[in-house]
């Protein structure tokens, strides 16, 4: 029977592959599969239908990730019941809540370059919840703008839209991710087989369309933008072909 | 419109929401305090819309939740846009705790007959201090309504008297990197902040030099120990901590006309009309309401300037 090859360590896992390697002997023993994103039904199927038991560590690093992201969140909360938003809320709801979606999609994008190139395939199982989390926070953020800023005054927000050009980009990068987190399930990669991966090419559209968003707001210290623009025009370059095996072999 | 209407107080405010309640009770239909009213039968005390009532008399209206109301004392100490301490609006006024404000020492001069150098006992000695309640607007798109105390800066130019070749004020913040962390290291900004203003707009009466904020002499945050400020034009204008006032011949390049050229330009009027090149002017926050309000031309103060800029294309001359 054909199995998928587990995630071990210094295996560079091609995600949304479902073609699967021969592994080990005729013997039917359960290997430790990793839970994610990786896990193809066939493997499930073996096993009964039963979901495999996930090694402790893993567990730990899924919990990691979910407790990292969520920090910004906990932090605006805390800032919320504690007066910490500053006179002008709304404001720094927008912007603490943009910065938090910018960060999770610019690290989901360094997933898959840093555990084939840095040989670290445990982060693997990031990529999924931190594109989430970034679609979490970019639909806070939009909801903070549509409802909370303009109040659901959909006259006013459309002359706003056509006059910030700074705002259609932050639309484009929001609506960009949306058929993405719709996409992230298991069932939606088995379903698209090869055009799940060229669809979830929209994370970098949207990651550029946001850095220029920000780069258009900001009134003229550009520091920040130009940062994560670098960040996200290096995470581009990882994608060129050639450059990720040439640096693994450095 | 005579100075002293101007600079009436504003009505406290328990005995405005009195008034104001009492009108709504009476049934007198309350009229927005938007753009398009001004000049048609309105006029302004001290930045109040002033309407005439069905039955005659003057009185104070507003649509209900869009009153016009102090901006608390906590958020205007405490939302600064001060870039010489930081960029963060709620971090200014815990870096500029340690800045100096005494000794102090303002110096007028120029194009000038008599120039001089003042320090903070003299203005206060040498020109009366009023509370002068203005609103003032962020060019980001909020704004606030901050009591301050000052006098117009007409006085001062009366004392050092300006010459003929005089036609615009260069105004110039006090530069200390030692104090002030946003001024060291890179930075995109070229310091020390410089403003300006035509020599006709200073004389307005309108165009403040304040000392004093709710009845206290200024917090570093908010510009101590004097600063301008200028109600009908963005914030940006109302420079901070000023050390030097120069009469000039030709219009001075103010720190944000360097910084962009194609956003920030020497008037920096308030106007709905006139979008920034990146985003809308036509409504703002005022910090501590949760609906936008719609921006005033001249910030409410048309009555007041207006007749500064007549004939001017206000789409050039930003």
Not at chain 2, 149 to 164: A, E, H, M, T, W
Not at chain 2, 210 to 229: D, I, S
Not at chain 2, 257 to 279: I, K, L, Q, T
Request: contains cysteine; hydrophobic residues 45%.
């Amino acid at each position: 029977m054909r199995r998928r090859r587990t995630v071990g360590q210094g295996s560079s896992l091609r995600a949304g592959t479902v073609s699967g390697i021969r592994h080990g002997g005729p013997t039917e023993v359960p290997r430790p599969l990793a839970v994610g994103a990786d896990q193809s039904p066939a493997d499930r199927l073996s096993n009964g239908g039963r979901r495999v038991r996930q090694p402790r560590w893993r567990a730990v690093v899924q919990v990691a990730v979910h407790a990292g992201a969520v920090v910004p969140l906990a932090m605006l909360i805390w800032d919320s019941l504690t007066g910490g938003l500053t006179a002008n809320p709304i404001q720094a709801l927008t912007a603490r809540t943009g910065t938090a979606a910018l960060v999770c999609l610019i690290l989901s994008l360094a997933v898959t370059p840093f555990s084939g190139v840095g040989r670290q395939a445990w982060v693997v199982p990031w990529r999924r919840p931190l594109g989430l989390y970034a679609f979490f926070y970019a639909s806070l953020h939009m909801a903070t703008f549509v409802a909370l800023d303009y109040g659901l005054d959909w006259y006013l927000i459309w002359d706003t839209v056509l006059e910030k050009r700074y705002i259609v980009a932050g639309s484009g990068a929001f609506v960009a991710m949306v058929p993405l987190a719709l996409t992230s399930t298991r069932g939606w990669q088995r379903r698209l087989g090869t055009r799940w991966r060229k669809l979830h090419r929209l994370a970098y559209l949207a990651a550029i369309l946001a850095v220029i968003h920000f780069l258009w707001l900001v009134k003229a210290d550009i520091r920040q933008p130009v940062a994560y623009g670098v960040g996200v025009a290096a995470l581009l370059a990882l994608r060129l072909p050639g450059v990720r095996s040439r640096l693994r072999s450095w | 419109m005579d100075d002293r209407r101007l600079r009436e107080e504003i009505t406290p405010e328990p005995v405005y929401r009195r008034r104001h309640a009492i009108m709504r009770a009476a049934g007198v239909v309350p009229m927005i305090a938007g753009a398009g009213l001004v000049g048609c039968g309105q006029e302004e005390v001290a930045g109040q819309a002033v309407v005439p009532t069905p039955g005659g008399e003057q009185a104070v209206v507003a649509t209900p939740g869009y009153e016009e109301v102090l901006t608390p004392f906590e958020s205007v100490t405490s939302y600064n846009n001060f870039y010489e301490f930081s960029t963060d609006k709620d971090g200014v006024a815990k870096l500029a705790q340690s800045f100096k404000t005494s000794p102090w020492t303002l110096s007028v001069g120029g194009l000038v007959e008599k120039p001089q150098t003042f320090t903070v006992e003299d203005l206060a000695s040498m020109f009366m201090s009023e509370r002068l309640v203005f609103r003032m607007r962020c060019v980001e798109g909020w704004s606030m309504v901050i009591p301050w105390q000052g006098f117009p800066i007409s006085r001062i130019l009366d004392k050092v008297i300006p010459n003929g070749e005089a036609k615009y004020l260069r105004f110039e913040t006090v530069k200390r990197p030692d104090e002030m962390p946003g001024m060291r290291g890179f930075s995109p900004y070229a310091w020390p902040y410089v403003e300006g203003l035509t020599l006709d707009e200073a004389r307005n009466p309108l165009a403040t030099i304040a000392t004093g904020l709710y009845e206290k002499p200024l917090l570093a945050q908010n510009g101590a120990p004097v600063r301008l400020v200028v109600p009908w034009k963005y914030g940006f204008k109302s420079i901070k901590s000023i050390v030097k006032i120069e009469l000039v011949a030709r219009q001075p390049t103010s720190l944000w006309m360097a910084a962009a050229p194609s956003e920030y330009g020497f008037f920096a009027n308030v106007n709905p009309e006139v979008p920034h090149p990146r985003w809308t002017q036509a409504t703002e926050r005022r910090i501590g309401e949760t609906r936008r309000r719609p921006t005033l031309y001249l910030n409410g103060y048309a009555a007041a300037v207006g007749s500064l800029y007549a004939g001017m294309d206000l789409n050039k001359n930003f």
